[in-house]
Nanobody, 118 residues
Framework: QVQLVESGGGLVQAGGSLRLSCAAS????????MGWFRQAPGKEREFVAS????????SYADSVKGRFTISRDNAKNTMYLQMNSLKPEDTAVYYC???????????WGQGTQVTVSS
């Protein structure tokens, strides 16, 4: 059973930084793409960034390019999202996601709240 546990959310002022972590367990993730999604109040969940566990290829939403960096530590089975130059519009619940490349099965964490004050 795949488990994803996020941490690192909180309240920060605009222009500040936060680092989110996602601890993954339950299997090896070599054939997975890991990602971050977010959902603001009244809005649909949206893609933020992803990283291929094997090889490290990354992808970002245009709204976070140049400000956010996704990375992973294979030894710790942990994925990170370094968020710099945060804006009030980054306020959302951030979810960790794991997608199995072979059949597309997806897993989600419970989410962590990020609030950016102006």
């Amino acid at each position: 059973q795949v488990q994803l546990v996020e941490s690192g959310g909180g309240l920060v002022q605009a222009g500040g930084s936060l680092r989110l972590s996602c601890a993954a367990s339950g299997r090896t993730f070599n054939n997975y793409v890991m990602g971050w999604f977010r959902q603001a109040p009244g809005k649909e969940r949206e893609f933020v960034a992803s990283i291929r566990w094997s090889g490290g290829t990354t992808s970002y939403a245009d709204s976070v390019k140049g400000r956010f960096t996704i990375s992973r530590d294979n030894a710790k089975n942990t994925m990170y999202l370094q968020m710099n130059s945060l804006k009030p519009e980054d306020t959302a619940v951030y979810y960790c996601n794991a997608r199995f490349l072979v059949v597309g099965t997806q897993y989600w964490g419970q989410g962590t709240q990020v609030t950016v004050s102006s």
